[in-house]
């Protein structure tokens, strides 16, 4: 196992995610016990040491789990992560009271990690309101020991990242991102990666293999990287590409069974970051896997002057396209959901005056249409 320096600890450069453990008839709030307990074995034998868990995951019953199979190891062989759920907001008032539920649930009297979960568009205010004292409480639990390091979690665009370190930064000791070979431009990850630079904050990295999607690849695209490394499986890629990124420190990754965890903890066992010749393939490859589905926004903004509703559409296009190469998911939705109702798609009224300045010719009133179609 390659291990990563912070703060004085030897961190296990892969992370144990358990957002998608292994469950029982397809019942993601049943977690299969069992098989999650023989792979929480078999990470603790072969040298990962680090487990990231959530309230909200499989239903509440995560933190739980992990608890409950991690205690039966020493608390200095292991590091454990969790979240304040601040992507439900009727939670912003109860910080301490789901603190104090989640050592509970995890069976420890600290956390080694712990985040403000999913900074984005729809929490961002109430984060950095001071009436709900979530950074205050959460330093004080620093400060007892109950916290060793704090950090966040941010699905949000680079806006509410940069808005929140600008607040919080100096606080803030490490930053969960979505980070994968097709996010790097897609969703302006590598933007992200420069904004934490400026703040010294070393990155985790959520979504490796973007939910699955990056486990696999068209004949064409795997022809092209078994030709620059025949040895090397499709999700190695992946993972390769994270290995060239300096900032990098953990990488998790939600595996679903022990198979999945052998072969990842195999890839982790050494560092082959990529040639500059290998990163730009395997980069054209993810621009073509979005443009074969995304809309060409250039963001040249001509359509706004034009739209009687004062609809934002670069902005929305932006999202609807993450909808559609996502093939769904709770981004868009969940950044929508800051937006006013008079904002969002379901405003258009199809009076199609924006597409007759686009200079991309797209078909603006039938995206928004889809969009809404989509969203329901």
């Not at 995560?62 to 969790?82: H, N, Q």
Request: glycine letters at 6%; hydrophobic letters at 35%; proline letters at 5%.
């Amino acid at each position: 196992m390659i291990y990563k320096d912070f703060k004085g600890l030897k961190l296990s450069a892969l992370g144990l995610g358990s957002m998608r453990l292994p469950t029982i008839d397809g019942n993601d709030a049943n977690i299969d016990k069992a098989a999650t307990a023989e792979m929480v074995e078999y990470a603790m034998q072969h040298g990962v040491n680090y487990y990231d868990t959530a309230w909200g995951y499989h239903d509440g019953n995560s933190e739980l789990v992990m608890g409950e199979l991690l205690e039966k190891y020493p608390r200095d062989s292991f590091y454990l992560a969790t979240k304040f759920p601040g992507y439900d907001l009727s939670n912003m008032d109860k910080v301490e009271k789901i603190f104090e539920k989640q050592l509970e649930k995890c069976r420890v009297d600290h956390f080694d990690f712990y985040l403000f979960h999913n900074v984005c568009e729809m929490n961002v205010e109430q984060y950095l309101d001071p009436k709900y004292g979530i950074l205050d409480y959460l330093l004080k639990q620093k400060e007892n020991g109950r916290i060793r390091h704090l950090g966040f979690s941010c699905h949000g665009s680079y806006d509410v990242a940069k808005r929140f370190l600008e607040a919080y930064g100096k606080y803030m000791e490490f930053c969960q991102i979505q980070l994968n070979y097709m996010d790097y431009d897609f969703q302006n990850a590598k933007a992200k990666l420069e904004l934490l630079k400026e703040y010294d904050i070393p990155v985790w990295v959520m979504e490796p293999l973007r939910g699955g999607k990056l486990a696999s690849l068209s004949e064409d695209a795997e022809a092209r990287l078994h030709a620059l490394r025949p040895d090397e499986s499709i999700p190695g890629w992946a993972f390769r590409f994270l290995q060239s990124l300096p900032q990098v420190t953990v990488t998790l990754s939600g595996m679903s069974n022990l198979e999945q965890l052998k072969q990842n903890i195999a890839i982790f066992s050494e560092e082959k970051p990529l040639n500059d010749t290998e990163k730009q393939t395997l980069l054209d490859i993810a621009s073509h896997m979005v443009n074969k589905s995304a809309l060409p926004c250039t963001g040249c903004r001509y359509c706004t002057s034009h739209c009687p509703q004062g609809l934002n559409i670069p902005y929305l296009l932006e999202l609807y396209n993450e909808h559609i190469v996502t093939g769904g998911g709770f981004l868009a939705p969940m950044a929508l959901s800051s937006l006013p109702v008079d904002k969002q798609p379901s405003a258009c009224i199809g009076c199609r005056s924006c597409e007759r300045v686009c200079p991309q010719q797209i078909k603006i009133s039938e995206a928004m249409a889809d969009f809404v179609k989509k969203l329901q």
